[in-house]
Nanobody, 130 residues
Framework: VQLQAYGGGLVQSGGSLRLSCAAS???????????MGWFRQAPGKEREFVAV????????YYTDSVKGRFTLSRDIAKNTVYLQMNNLKPEDTAVYYC?????????????????????WGQGTLVTVSS
């Protein structure tokens, strides 16, 4: 299984970017994908939770600092998630990693923790200038 992330770049404060992450390498069914989403890691900091979507049903969860600015969605046919990031701030600058949870699935209280996600993308750099 591979997760291919796209869409990072340099943007001014207040600007927008859309990240994509596609899962490939095997045939997925809705029973194979639990949670899929994004974490980020800024220089000198630990990897932190950004947003995740429950593949079955589409329920989304966000960290407080991005609520109202970021929107996570999925395309089931393409095994792809999209993170629309609006009103970007310099503190959003980080390498963004997509992550995929496969069976046995993580419980809700555990989705914010990087441990336990089975597959990770290569990371895509988002830089927001002030």
């Amino acid at each position: 299984v591979q997760l291919q992330a796209y869409g990072g770049g340099l943007v001014q404060s207040g600007g927008s970017l859309r990240l994509s992450c596609a899962a490939s390498g095997r045939t997925f069914s809705r029973y194979d994908m639990g949670w899929m989403g994004w974490f980020r890691q800024a220089p000198g900091k630990e990897r932190e939770f950004v947003a995740v979507i429950k593949w079955s049903g589409g329920t989304t969860y966000y960290t407080d600092s991005v609520k109202g600015r970021f929107t996570l969605s999925r395309d089931i046919a393409k095994n792809t998630v999209y993170l629309q990031m609006n009103n970007l701030k310099p503190e959003d600058t980080a390498v963004y990693y997509c992550a995929l949870d496969t069976p046995p699935f993580k419980i809700l209280s555990d989705i914010h923790y990087a441990r336990g996600y089975d597959y990770w993308g290569q990371g895509t750099l988002v830089t927001v200038s002030s």
